[in-house]
């Protein structure tokens, strides 16, 4: 910065206006997603592995990105970046979006008085007001918490940044979430954090789990109960997965037994219950599934 003008002083930049690009942005994960679950046969090997690094030649460069927030309210949020200066209803007559090959930017047209004492300032872009529908969601066996989703339509006519947005549901700060504007759904959910008054319970079925030999095989089979309750005085709309294994080899077959109507996804293993629970109701799910291999054998990641 040059300060040999009046744009900046010691400890403040001056009516300053500024641009925000999506050419570096910042990526983290939210909800969990299930990947498919492979078996192979386990056959122990003996690997020496020397490992070099050369510190003094790492370097990491952080550029820090645009805060997004998003304020739910019923069944609708608000999506916003920064601290107000500007009546919010106001702000898109002071931005331009300009989109080239590879990023978008957003010019704003208002001055800022930037301080210079190394923390990260926001900035508002745009305030806008979104219908969205509202929807649990759940993978028990990776996290038994059940997430509320905000599922969006027509969420194009946004241009939405890419990055992380902080969550504020009823003037209470939940904490974090994601936003890929990056994806081809004509849908997008988004995260709006962990539904503690669903309450979901994932066990094995333990008289329903065997192992036994049938010739030179060894046949497992697995059964679990997946048991959700809707503490909540409105009723629910959830979306509870969970997955069975799957073979690349032929020494090892995997058949699912039962899935209790779950829709099935065969190629990635996965199984898919929309339930509706009523205030106060719960319900329960049960799936098997049986594994056959080789008796001399031993199965990785079972």
């Known amino acids: 910065r040059d300060c040999s003008s009046d744009v900046c002083s010691s400890d403040l930049w001056n009516q300053v206006k500024l641009t925000l690009s999506t050419a570096n942005p910042n990526w983290s994960g939210t909800t969990p997603i299930l990947n498919p679950w492979y078996l192979q046969v386990f056959e122990p ?7 070099a690094a050369d510190r003094s030649n790492m370097m990491m460069n952080t550029i ?6 998003i304020v739910a309210d019923g ?9 107000l200066n500007v009546n919010p209803s106001n702000l898109g007559n002071y931005t331009t ?7 978008t930017t957003f010019e704003i047209d208002l001055p800022y ?3 210079t004492d190394g923390e990260l300032q926001s900035v508002t872009i745009k305030d806008e007001r979104i219908n969205a ?4 969601y759940s993978v028990p066996k990776l996290n038994r918490d059940a997430f509320l989703l905000a599922e969006i339509s027509d969420w194009e006519t946004l241009n939405l940044l890419p990055g992380m947005a902080t969550i504020i549901m009823d003037d209470t700060y939940l904490g974090k979430t994601q936003i890929d504007p990056n994806i081809s759904a004509d849908t997008m959910n988004i995260s709006l954090g962990r539904d503690r008054r669903v309450v979901i319970n994932r066990v094995k079925v333990k008289e329903f789990t065997t192992t036994k030999r049938s010739g030179n095989s060894t046949i497992q089979t697995y059964t679990y109960e997946i048991t959700v309750k809707n503490n909540k005085s409105t009723d629910v709309d959830l ?6 294994p799957l073979s690349q080899v ?16 065969e190629e990635l293993g996965v199984l898919t219950w929309n339930v509706n629970l009523k205030s106060g109701e719960s319900k329960k799910f049960r799936f098997s599934y049986s594994v056959k291999y080789p008796s001399d054998k031993k199965i990785a990641n079972l």
Do not use: C, F, H, W
């Open 64 to 69: 820090p990105s645009a805060k997004q927030v």
């Open 133 to 136: 529908n509202l929807k649990n």
């Open 45 to 51: 090997m003996v690997r020496k592995v020397e490992l």
């Open 97 to 103: 979006l300009n989109e080239n090959q590879l990023n």
């Open 250 to 265: 032929k020494e090892v077959e995997v058949k699912l037994l039962s899935s209790d109507s779950a829709s099935i996804n």
């Open 239 to 244: 979306i509870l997965k969970d997955q069975y």
């Open 75 to 83: 069944e609708s949020y608000k999506a916003v970046t920064g601290e």
């Open 113 to 115: 008085d930037i301080k």
